[in-house]
């Protein structure tokens, strides 16, 4: 694809509702990572797949947060029992093949919880 | 822990002059990412410069990156009022990683 996409581009939910947020990443991007970006913020780090392998997850912040990407290209984040302090932007970033290359971001999910 | 850290945090400058930011991290890296977010908007990719460079180019925009001083400075030539934006810098953790870590930016406002 031209780029990565995010889908939805806006997302409330009332406090206690489970929320999935879908990325679709560059077409043949081995690398997909999530991110969190709060207001006023840099993005922080969530979790890094490579292919449909989850290789790093050490960012989650609670057991409330799961990703998945089970074929290897379109990645979901799913948050159950949404708090008011998962309030946030939520970005996708793939790159072409190692993580260490350039990460390409789609617009983000805006999640507001109620 | 390792942190892009950008200096100044909010800069405001006159259509047409220069505008510098700068970087700074802790520990060794790999290479760092410079990132562009308007407002309400994703991050779009500016330039990325590895370890074993010191200076990059890519249009208006000049990246240098000093190793051992642990600093990075993105330069804007001739500045234009759609260069408003946030600015990101995102050094590797650590050397041979793939994970970026972000500071808060520097917010710049070019006046027209």
């Known amino acids: 694809g031209a780029g990565v996409s995010q889908s939805p581009r806006y997302k409330v939910a009332k406090r206690g509702q489970d929320v999935a947020l879908r990325c679709d990443p560059i077409?043949?991007?081995?690398?997909l990572f999530w991110y969190q970006q709060a207001l006023g913020q840099g993005p922080e780090f969530l979790t890094y797949?490579?292919?449909?392998?989850?290789?790093?997850k050490s960012g989650l912040p609670s057991d409330r947060f799961f990703a998945e990407r089970p074929e290897g290209s379109v990645s979901t984040l799913k948050i159950q029992r949404t708090q008011q302090e998962d309030s946030a932007v939520y970005l996708c970033?793939?790159?072409?093949?190692?993580?260490?290359?350039?990460?390409?971001f789609g617009p983000g999910t805006r999640l507001t919880v109620l | 822990s390792q942190q892009g850290e950008e200096d100044p945090q909010a800069l405001s400058i006159q259509e047409g002059e220069n505008a510098t930011m700068n970087c700074s991290y802790k520990?060794?890296?790999?290479?760092l990412q410079w990132y562009r977010q308007n407002s309400g908007r994703g991050l779009v990719h500016l330039i990325l410069?590895?370890?074993?460079?010191r200076e990059k180019h890519s249009g208006r925009l000049r990246v240098t990156l000093d190793t051992s001083k642990k600093s990075s400075s993105l330069l804007i030539t001739a500045s234009r009022a759609a260069d408003t934006a946030s600015y990101f810098c995102?050094?590797?953790?650590?050397?041979?990683?793939?994970?970026?870590?972000f500071g808060t930016g520097t917010r710049l406002k070019v006046l027209a």
């Open positions: 077409s043949g991007h081995v690398s």
């Open positions: 797949f490579q292919n449909e392998a989850q290789l790093d």
């Open positions: 520990t060794s890296i790999n290479n």
């Open positions: 995102a050094p590797s953790e650590g050397s041979g990683t793939y994970k970026y870590i």
């Open positions: 410069i590895r370890s074993n460079e």
């Open positions: 970033a793939s790159s072409l093949d190692r993580g260490t290359d350039t990460q390409y």
